[in-house]
């Protein structure tokens, strides 16, 4: 895996469905960021991780976003009861203090779609 | 945080050099200045970083003059892949102070045939 992978990358779900996201980030990368992205604007900081620690949530729009990051690699944003609201991109990217620039790696994005 | 400001859009053509400029006035000392570049339907990709003067890579040039107060992404010799949305960010120089970029809206790049 050469690069930050994201499943689904398109999601359908009715108003008030719960739904997962998941971010594999480049493996050995400790910095990670999921980001949303509504149609026409750039991305918006949602959550940030450090290992497994989240040491940012402050972009989190309501308590029916959460994210995790048990063991330090893979992440899952969850949204609950979605709202027709929260229909944007999903992007997740990882970094490493170990590169010359903090460049982030960001994966394709999921798409969701609530109805 | 540092904002930053630039064209919504812009347009050339292929083979010619494309200058995008973004102005942040309020830049701290230890900021960096960041590019990306988006294509629809992908994440975006890092293009280039500098802090002060010239920085130079195999896609892109970045000219930051001394009061650091703008910047400007050159484009050598654009082709009609280059179309694509380019941001310009300002902010910390390591991966923990990058979650507070503020991304904006970037600028919108049409190159024509």
């Known amino acids: 895996g050469a690069g930050v992978s994201q499943s689904p990358r398109y999601k359908v779900a009715k108003r008030g469905q719960d739904v997962a996201l998941r971010c594999d980030p480049i493996?050995?990368?400790?910095?990670l960021f999921w980001y949303q992205q509504a149609l026409g604007q750039g991305p918006e900081f949602l959550t940030y991780f450090q290992n497994e620690a989240q040491l940012d949530k402050s972009g989190l729009p309501s308590d029916r976003f959460f994210a995790e990051r048990p063991e330090g690699s893979v992440s899952t944003l969850k949204i609950q009861r979605t709202q027709q609201e929260d229909s944007a991109v999903y992007l997740c990217?990882?970094?490493?203090?170990?590169?010359?620039?903090?460049?982030?790696?960001f994966g394709p994005g999921t798409r969701l779609t609530v109805l | 945080l540092a904002k930053t400001t630039q064209p919504i859009s812009m347009d050339s053509y292929e083979g010619q050099e494309v200058n995008i400029t973004c102005s942040h006035n309020n830049i701290a000392t230890n900021d960096y200045i960041t590019w990306y570049q988006q294509f629809p339907s992908q994440g975006p990709r890092f293009i280039i970083q500098?802090?002060?003067?010239?920085v130079t890579n195999e896609v892109a040039s970045l000219f930051i003059p001394a009061d650091r107060k703008s910047s400007t992404l050159s484009l050598p010799r654009v082709s009609l892949s280059d179309t694509a949305v380019y941001y310009c960010?300002?902010?910390?120089?390591?991966?923990?102070?990058?979650?507070?970029?503020?991304w904006g809206l970037g600028t919108s790049l049409g190159v024509n045939p």
């Open positions: 493996s050995g990368h400790v910095s």
């Open positions: 990217a990882s970094s490493s203090p170990r590169l010359a620039t903090d460049e982030q790696f």
């Open positions: 960010l300002v902010g910390g120089p390591n991966a923990g102070n990058n979650r507070k970029l503020i």
């Open positions: 500098g802090y002060k003067t010239k």
